[in-house]
Structures are given as structure tokens and as C-alpha cells.
């Protein structure tokens, strides 16, 4: 873990900004390099109704160039000597996730949680608890 990168996943919301603070400290720690990954849903269209005016193919293309976009607005925004790579991937958040992690050959992974509970909890899928419990490596679930 200590010479491998760190695979900090981000929805772009405040919780996962307040994890980045952390996945910058563990790089930092361990002189290894920042891996940025954010997830677009693959959007699911039926082409019985012909209410959609774009495809769903059209619609995860405009997704993908908004995350590019708000991508490079953190990166102006951090400033940091560290080694950063940016992937952003189509499909399930936890399996692009887990698939990044191994691929990339990731020593941890810092994400953010949402933080639901009671009856939130059990109606949305819990990403960050998902990862913890399915990854290979280390995995640090921020509040």
C-alpha cells in the first residue's frame, strides 16, 4: 500500500471534496500519486415510449463532458505537486469503482459516505459501503 497510489472516487458533492482533504494527506504521507475517478450512471432509455429527444448514448456523452469539465476546474482548484491522474468511467459506481482499483493496481481507496441512515439508509444504495466491503486494498469511508 505505502509505494502505491491512492483512488480517491468523487460525485463532485461537498462530502467527497471534504474526502479528498484526506486522500491528499495519505498521498502526501506516502509520496505516491492522487487517481481522481468519477462514475457517470449509464442512462437507461426505451425506445418503445419515443419520449426521449436524445438517445441515452447521447445523454451519457453529455454527462462524460460534464464531469470532464468540472474535472479540470478541480484540478486548476488544487494546485498540488502530486503525481494526479483523472478517470472518469460509464456504468455501475461500485463496480467501476472496484474494477478502477484493481486495474490501476490502487494501495487505498478514500471515499466519501453519505451518511444516511434509518430508512434512507436501507432505500439508496450505499456505494462507499459497498466498496468497503468488496475491495482488495485498504479502504478509508469519510463523513
Not at 429527444?53 to 456523452?61: D, V, W
Not at 468511467?89 to 486495474?103: C, F
Request: charge should be negative; include cysteine.
Amino acid at each position: 500500500m505505502r509505494n502505491k497510489d491512492i483512488l480517491w472516487p468523487t460525485d463532485f458533492s461537498d462530502t467527497a471534496a471534504n474526502a479528498l482533504r484526506y486522500a491528499i494527506e495519505m498521498a502526501n504521507l506516502y509520496h505516491v500519486g492522487l487517481r481522481i475517478l468519477h462514475v457517470v450512471d449509464q442512462p437507461i432509455g426505451d425506445e418503445n415510449y419515443q419520449l426521449l429527444i436524445i438517445t441515452p448514448e447521447e445523454l451519457a456523452q453529455t454527462m462524460e463532458k460534464a464531469a470532464a469539465e468540472k474535472m479540470h476546474e478541480l484540478l486548476a482548484k488544487l494546485n498540488s505537486p502530486l503525481k494526479i491522474e483523472t478517470v472518469i468511467r460509464r456504468g455501475d459506481a461500485v463496480e467501476e469503482i472496484l474494477a478502477e482499483a484493481e486495474s490501476a493496481d490502487v494501495g487505498m481507496i478514500v471515499i466519501a459516505s453519505h451518511g444516511r441512515s434509518g430508512l434512507a439508509h436501507f432505500l439508496s444504495t450505499n456505494v462507499a459501503e459497498a466498496v468497503a466491503n468488496k475491495a482488495r486494498c485498504p479502504v478509508l469511508v469519510v463523513k
